[in-house]
């Protein structure tokens, strides 16, 4: 079912074709390493680099027999060369390949995603600029709080999309590594030459110390980045899903040419793309909790994390690419209604202000305390009454007898609320 979410270059990545592709260059790269040290003759290792080759059906076939895919690869090699053969997988065990090759995997797809976070910043970036003096109500616990920018949550997703990806680069450098040190880590078959030549060569690092494996932190870290970018666009999604309620509506996802909403209801328009972001970020999480679970293996290596990771490392990242496109759409074909973000101002009579209006007072002379409990007593009855809270207020003596209406009138500007906006932008390099 993944494969319906997958890109082509992610789907290529995660092939059979390119995996036993990697495991044969870390297998002629091995053999050469042997040569030079002159344990294994050049002619041979010529031979091997020349000759080898494979088909996925063939290896799939040796593999029902031997119920073992690195040995069904290894003799589906052997079929391609002579004598040569013998000295193919030499001094290795099989997640000396298998652990090596998933890092330059798990690298590609990190690439892949890479650009896709590069390229949601972009269009999180031109939406901050051209939203950047639009006013909307800022909302805490749902309920309308203060006037802000509508560019300031473009803005603020910006600033994530770029922390996201420094979490990736730093995710890439934990699993930039690879190891040849044999069936127990202690390179009792194997010189640490022949690691060293391969991962140089194959741009990763030696791990210092592991078992059978690499260990499974690495990759728990990686898969948790992959999570952590899945709550950062359920974030957006969300908020676009709330700003598109009926009663609400700033923005709206894009509804396409023929698109249908529902069966039964001609008129809907759901957020159908930002809702299914929501929902499949949720297999990301659950994906980092399986990760966690692999970290601890018996001894120097068990089996149980290798059938977890065919299914969680492939389908993470096909997921988060998919969604990086799919939000990336989303930013860019937003629907805005800048004029029904001005009824929404307004929509509670002043109730917005009422913090302006109460340090206004507390400047002409009142307590704290005292402006407070003025202020929220008219603001009290505007919402029982259902009554314009300014009007309400400037009934009050105290209110009138502090401030001219002049001054009153100004506080109730959301202008006002922006006029830090460029010190902000300016924080995030935007001009």
């Not at 939000?327 to 917005?352: A, D, F, H, K, S």
């Amino acid at each position: 079912m993944i494969e319906r979410y997958a890109r082509p270059e992610m789907l290529h990545i995660w092939s059979l074709e390119n995996r036993y592709a990697k495991f044969l260059e870390i297998e002629i790269l091995a053999v050469q390493a042997w040569a030079e040290l002159g344990e294994i003759p050049p002619n041979a290792a010529r031979l091997i680099a020349e000759n080898s080759c494979f088909t996925v059906e063939r290896i799939a076939e040796l593999e029902r027999e031997t119920r073992h895919d690195l040995v069904a690869f290894t003799r589906c090699i052997a079929e391609s060369l002579g004598e040569e053969s013998r000295y193919f997988h030499y001094g290795l065990t099989s997640y000396d390949v298998v652990d090596t090759a998933l890092s330059t995997l798990l690298l590609e797809a990190a690439a892949l995603i890479k650009a896709g976070l590069a390229d949601l910043a972009a269009v999180l970036e031109e939406q901050a600029l051209r939203h950047k003096d639009t006013p909307v109500v800022g909302r805490t616990h749902g309920v309308h709080a203060e006037p802000t920018s509508l560019g300031l949550k473009f803005a603020l997703w910006l600033a994530e999309a770029r922390r996201n990806l420094e979490r990736v680069e730093r995710a890439e450098e934990t699993v930039r590594v690879g190891k040849l040190s044999g069936a127990v880590g202690n390179y009792a078959h194997i010189d640490p030459f022949v690691e060293q030549y391969v991962c140089r060569r194959l741009g990763l690092a030696v791990d210092p110390v592991s078992t059978q494996v690499l260990q499974r932190d690495r990759h728990a870290e990686y898969v948790t980045v992959m999570a952590l970018i899945g709550a950062f666009l359920e974030k957006i999604a969300l908020e676009v899903r709330n700003l598109q309620r009926t009663e609400t509506r700033e923005i709206e996802e894009p509804f396409y040419q023929g698109q249908k909403g529902s069966s039964a209801m001609p008129h809907k328009r759901n957020p159908v793309t930002c809702e299914q972001i929501c929902g499949l970020a949720r297999v990301l999480r659950g994906y980092a909790g399986a990760a966690l679970e692999d970290v601890a293996l018996w001894h120097e290596r068990d089996i149980s994390h290798s059938s977890v990771e065919r299914v969680i490392l492939p389908d993470c990242t096909t997921l988060v690419d998919y969604l990086l496109q799919q939000t990336i759409q989303v930013i860019r074909g937003l629907r805005i209604y800048p004029e029904q973000m001005r009824r929404n101002l307004e929509l509670t009579g002043g109730l917005i202000y009422s913090q302006r209006v109460l340090l206004a007072l507390v400047d002409r002379g009142l307590t704290r305390e005292a402006a407070y409990d003025l202020v929220q007593r008219s603001a009290a009855r505007a919402l029982e009454l259902g009554h314009p809270f300014k009007q309400l207020l400037w009934e009050e003596p105290q209110v009138r007898e502090k401030m001219s209406e002049l001054d009153f009138d100004s506080c109730f500007e959301p202008a006002y609320y922006l006029r830090r906006v460029d010190l902000i932008y300016r924080r995030l390099g935007l001009t």
